[in-house]
């Protein structure tokens, strides 16, 4: 069964960290871009980051930028968001999603494959 996994979320108080991690299971995510995304409630589901298939490409909604960080490590089929200085606006269910398509894009038509979400909830 090809599936993604994300975990890593909870409940973080305003400036808190959290890393989240998108694991693929019945596939690998070498030839996949990777991105995430995030739905608040009563909101769309918008692109957040996203890393080519290398890792040498990495792309910032500008909301996050400076803030967040993508990484991964083919090697553990594993790719993590790392969120700092996290703002009570972040709050959000994050997914992510791989890509065949070359390139790195928010444009969620072209992803294949997503997670189930994992909840991020940034609150005092």
């Known amino acids: 069964q090809l599936r993604l996994v994300e975990s890593g979320g909870g409940l973080v108080q305003p400036g808190g960290s959290l890393r989240l991690s998108c694991t693929a299971s019945?596939?690998?995510?070498?030839?996949?871009?990777i991105g995430w995304f995030r739905q608040a409630p009563g909101k769309g589901r918008e692109g957040v980051s996203c890393?080519?298939?290398?890792?040498?490409?990495?792309i910032y909604a500008d909301s996050v930028k400076g803030r967040f960080t993508i990484s991964r490590d083919n090697a553990k089929n594993t790719v993590y968001l790392q969120m700092n200085s996290l703002k009570p606006e972040d709050t959000a269910v994050y997914y992510c999603?791989?890509?065949?398509?070359?390139?790195?894009?928010?444009?969620?038509?072209?992803?294949?494959?997503w997670g189930q979400g994992t909840q991020v909830t940034v609150s005092s």
């Open positions: 890393i080519s298939r290398s890792g040498g490409s990495t």
């Open positions: 019945g596939f690998t995510l070498d030839y996949s871009n």
């Open positions: 999603a791989a890509k065949r398509i070359a390139g790195c894009s928010y444009n969620r038509s072209f992803y294949n494959y």
